[in-house]
């Protein structure tokens, strides 16, 4: 398996995948501290809130939904073909190998490169938002949006890797960003109906909320973001309207559990990669 593992870590590096992310994340970064550069605020209240907090959640909104979308983007793409391009491998491969080593080595090389570029995207945005207008999260609170963030790739990796038992990389790709996509839709209109029922009331709020956690269940990455949103956020969730964010925010959350979920749901669809790669082993 670390054999595997240390096979595709090349393969990464040959693909150039590591100097792309830091590149991207370099560029994503400047651009964002130049962007915050140009924002001017009060510290004073504005309107119903104080201008430092509506800066911050802004900032933290926008950039957060752009660093949900980059890394769902680079976890589909470069796990796209992580088993397809395996099967004609398998006749060159002189030694007997696993199912389950090629298969665990191609996640612990894809997976942990998309930990890596969402732990790149994350630091570029937290450094930039944290100089210009500072942080209202705590250290374990930051760690823990990161920590969601992770999962998030984690999790469109292992439903790439999955879909590379059947389809081409290209097909595969737009099928995991097509449900990545659907989940988020169906949490917008989750957080949607969740800001008409504490504003107007409106009744209909339960039966979006369950249309959004049964999406979360399907793929929990739109809970993730949600959640990395929330805890970075930190002390201006009691100071700001929760509608404030709109349809990208986190003005509900699912339950803490959902991190337990995400690491199973993570193994779980590795392990279901595993059994459909059976066929393909050389024992």
Do not use: C
Request: glycine fraction near 12%; hydrophobic fraction near 60%.
């Amino acid at each position: 398996m670390r054999v595997w593992a240390r096979f595709t870590a090349v393969e990464i590096a040959r693909k150039r995948l590591v100097q792309m992310a830091v590149a991207g994340a370099v560029l994503y970064g400047g651009l964002l501290w130049w962007v915050l550069g140009q924002v001017s605020f009060q510290t004073g209240p504005v309107g119903i809130v104080n201008g430092t907090a509506l800066a911050q959640a802004s900032a933290l909104g926008i950039a957060f939904f752009i660093n949900y979308g980059l890394i769902a983007l680079f976890a589909a793409f470069a796990t796209a073909g992580a088993l397809s391009a395996d099967r004609d491998l398998l006749a060159l491969v002189v030694r007997p190998v696993s199912r389950r080593a090629m298969v665990w080595g191609r996640f612990y090389g894809y997976g942990g490169a998309t930990v890596l570029y969402a732990t790149l995207v994350y630091g570029v945005v937290i450094l930039a938002i944290g100089v210009r207008f500072g942080l209202p999260a705590t250290a374990l609170e930051l760690m823990a949006g990161w920590g969601f963030f992770a999962l998030e790739g984690l999790a469109m990796a292992a439903l790439a890797l999955l879909g590379s038992l059947w389809l081409s990389p290209m097909a595969n790709g737009i099928a995991v960003l097509g449900l990545y996509f659907l989940v988020f839709l169906a949490g917008s209109i989750g957080q949607l109906a969740h800001i008409a029922s504490s504003l107007f009331g409106a009744s209909n709020a339960a039966a979006f909320a369950y249309t959004s956690a049964v999406a979360n269940l399907v793929l929990p990455t739109d809970a993730a973001y949600r959640w990395a949103l929330f805890e970075a956020m930190g002390s201006i969730r009691t100071t700001i309207p929760l509608a404030l964010l709109g349809p990208i925010g986190a003005g509900s959350v699912t339950s803490p559990l959902i991190a337990v979920y995400g690491v199973l749901y993570v193994a779980g669809v590795v392990w279901l990669a595993e059994r459909g790669w059976r066929r393909h082993d050389l024992h």
